[in-house]
């Protein structure tokens, strides 16, 4: 795997044998004008997936955190989504604190009377 795109690639081929309605790269609704796009929503499910890319922890720390809670605060204002999965994949096993990120962004939450939940997957981990 090179890149995040190789990773959508294989994802989605698995992901497409349990759901055979995965949209790729769907769009979303704008808000306060501006759009975004989600990398996997299985609509009929109401689950959205988003896929991220570990570098470093510096990485990590910069930016990858705040773009999780951003899209958290924004995918989960959707009412097309009941459940956001982040899969971070971390091919060289460097974060840190990986079983601790996944227990701190796993939960339910509400934004503005609307529930959801959170689901955050690290992997590989040692």
Request: proline residues 4%; negative net charge.
């Amino acid at each position: 795997m090179n890149d995040e795109f190789d990773l959508q690639d294989l994802l989605r081929a698995f992901l497409r044998m349990e759901f055979p309605d995965l949209i790729h790269e769907d769009p979303l609704p704008k808000v306060a004008s501006s759009s975004g796009r989600i990398d996997f929503a299985v609509r009929g499910k109401k689950i959205y997936i988003e896929l991220k890319v570990f570098k470093s922890e510096s990485h990590w720390n910069s930016t990858m955190s705040k773009d999780i809670a951003s899209k958290i605060e924004r995918y989960g204002r959707s009412h097309e989504c009941d459940l956001l999965i982040f899969f971070i994949y971390d091919p060289k096993q460097a974060m840190r604190e990986a079983a601790s990120i996944e227990k701190d962004l796993t939960n339910e939450r509400t934004i503005d009377d609307k529930a959801f939940r959170t689901r955050v997957v690290v992997a590989p981990q040692h």
